[in-house]
């Protein structure tokens, strides 16, 4: 993990992306607002070229994402094997074997053929060439430079935002700062958030469909997740848990949680959450959040933490999932929670 840096420049990535004939662009399993948003803006920028391209989502897609895509512009895996003949692909937005299992197989038996752009701090060698970079608050502030470095418009001229690169690039933009208040959202966020706006993307009705466009049974499921909730750290860590039953239950599914760990935080002293959720019998997903300290205390790098799962991410964002039923997983978490030192109050 250690080894995982840039080995290439996006000018060495765009030098490939011409040379190539056949390219297919991928991102992690059940693909958030960033991953989806820079697997679309790519697909656009590269069709716009003449070239042709494979645009995939793997896994489970959030209906609300997938209605980013036009119709018939994404292709999706396992349902869909990728095509014999494409010669490179690109991977945005992981590194990490662990996150691209339903397409792993295949992109090992097209090693070397294979670049990336990345924001996250942990990876394995899946991309012979790639750009990763952690200063980036999203992938998409990678892509953008990728598509400057193409020479294609964000926008079609004479065309409108909807379905374009631009709205593609807003997308991750906007969700993996959590719509711009994350301490991630520095200076060069907005700045290209400003762009993109004067591009015509329509920043409420994308607010609106991902993020005030759930199911009723939302409240069901989060109703039972905090009523398991449990403080941790004297008040400053909180972990809530879903089991199967209550998915089952309430008829809500994975999609419908989303956002859901971000609630505690609503609370002055909490300053990290967690959410157990367990979709599948035996295997326990976990959301970590954190916010920093108004008064400048160190801030819990959820990343870090989520490491010893064998996951990752963000220091403010991450993930990880343990093969375990959730009672079980939640006693773990539980347990490496209540070891940590030095939470902020």
Same mark, same amino acid.
């Given at each position: 993990?250690?080894?995982?840096?840039?080995?290439?420049?996006?000018?060495?990535?765009?030098?490939?992306?011409?040379?190539?004939?056949?390219?297919?662009?991928?991102?992690?399993?059940?693909?958030?607002?960033?991953?989806?948003?820079?697997?679309?803006?790519?697909?656009?920028?590269?069709?716009?070229?003449?070239?042709?391209?494979?645009?995939?989502?793997?896994?489970?897609?959030?209906?609300?994402?997938?209605?980013?895509?036009?119709?018939?512009?994404?292709?999706?895996?396992?349902?869909?094997?990728?095509?014999?003949?494409?010669?490179?692909?690109?991977?945005?937005?992981?590194?990490?074997?662990?996150?691209?299992?339903?397409?792993?197989?295949?992109?090992?038996?097209?090693?070397?053929?294979?670049?990336?752009?990345?924001?996250?701090?942990?990876?394995?060698?899946?991309?012979?060439?790639?750009?990763?970079?952690? /200063?980036? +608050?999203?992938?998409? &502030?990678?892509?953008?430079?990728?598509? @400057?470095?193409? #020479?294609?418009?964000? $926008? %079609?001229?004479?065309?409108?935002?909807?379905?374009?690169?631009?709205?593609?690039?807003?997308?991750?933009?906007?969700?993996?700062?959590?719509?711009?208040?994350?301490?991630?959202?520095?200076?060069?966020?907005?700045?290209?958030?400003?762009?993109?706006?004067?591009?015509?993307?329509?920043?409420?009705?994308?607010?609106?469909?991902?993020?005030?466009?759930?199911?009723?049974?939302?409240?069901?499921?989060?109703?039972?997740?905090?009523?398991?909730?449990?403080?941790?750290?004297?008040?400053?860590?909180?972990?809530?848990?879903? /089991?199967? +039953?209550?998915?089952? &239950?309430?008829?809500?599914?994975?999609? @419908?949680?989303? #956002?859901?760990?971000? $609630? %505690?935080?609503?609370?002055?002293?909490?300053?990290?959450?967690?959410?157990?959720?367990?979709?599948?019998?035996?295997?326990?997903?976990?959301?970590?959040?954190?916010?920093?300290?108004?008064?400048?205390?160190?801030?819990?790098?959820?990343?870090?933490?989520?490491?010893?799962?064998?996951?990752?991410?963000?220091?403010?964002?991450?993930?990880?999932?343990?093969?375990?039923?959730?009672?079980?997983?939640?006693?773990?978490?539980?347990?490496?929670?209540?070891?940590?030192?030095?939470?902020?109050?």
């Amino acid at each position: 993990m250690s080894s995982y840096q840039s080995t290439s420049d996006l000018p060495s990535i765009a030098g490939r992306l011409r040379a190539a004939s056949h390219i297919a662009v991928v991102s992690h399993a059940k693909p958030d607002g960033d991953a989806a948003g820079s697997v679309l803006a790519l697909t656009r920028t590269l069709r716009s070229m003449g070239k042709r391209v494979d645009g995939i989502f793997t896994g489970s897609v959030d209906p609300n994402i997938l209605a980013l895509a036009a119709p018939g512009e994404i292709q999706f895996a396992p349902a869909t094997q990728p095509d014999p003949a494409i010669d490179l692909v690109v991977l945005v937005d992981t590194g990490a074997w662990s996150q691209v299992e339903p397409l792993d197989g295949w992109l090992k038996s097209m090693a070397g053929k294979v670049v990336g752009l990345d924001h996250h701090a942990r990876g394995d060698e899946i991309a012979s060439d790639r750009v990763v970079d952690c /200063s980036m +608050a999203s992938a998409t &502030q990678l892509v953008v430079r990728l598509v @400057d470095e193409l #020479g294609v418009p964000l $926008v %079609p001229a004479g065309g409108s935002a909807k379905f374009s690169i631009a709205e593609a690039l807003f997308v991750g933009l906007a969700t993996d700062t959590g719509w711009f208040r994350f301490q991630s959202a520095d200076t060069a966020v907005f700045a290209l958030a400003s762009r993109l706006l004067a591009h015509g993307v329509d920043k409420m009705s994308l607010y609106q469909l991902l993020d005030e466009n759930g199911r009723p049974v939302r409240l069901a499921a989060m109703a039972r997740a905090l009523s398991s909730l449990t403080f941790h750290l004297g008040g400053r860590a909180t972990v809530m848990a879903l /089991s199967h +039953a209550d998915f089952a &239950q309430t008829g809500a599914n994975s999609d @419908d949680v989303g #956002g859901l760990v971000n $609630v %505690p935080l609503a609370i002055g002293s909490v300053a990290m959450s967690a959410v157990l959720t367990e979709t599948q019998l035996g295997i326990t997903k976990v959301s970590f959040r954190s916010k920093p300290s108004p008064s400048g205390a160190p801030t819990v790098n959820v990343s870090d933490f989520a490491a010893q799962f064998g996951g990752g991410g963000h220091a403010q964002a991450a993930g990880a999932k343990l093969n375990l039923p959730i009672a079980d997983a939640r006693r773990t978490v539980e347990l490496a929670i209540d070891s940590l030192s030095g939470v902020h109050s």
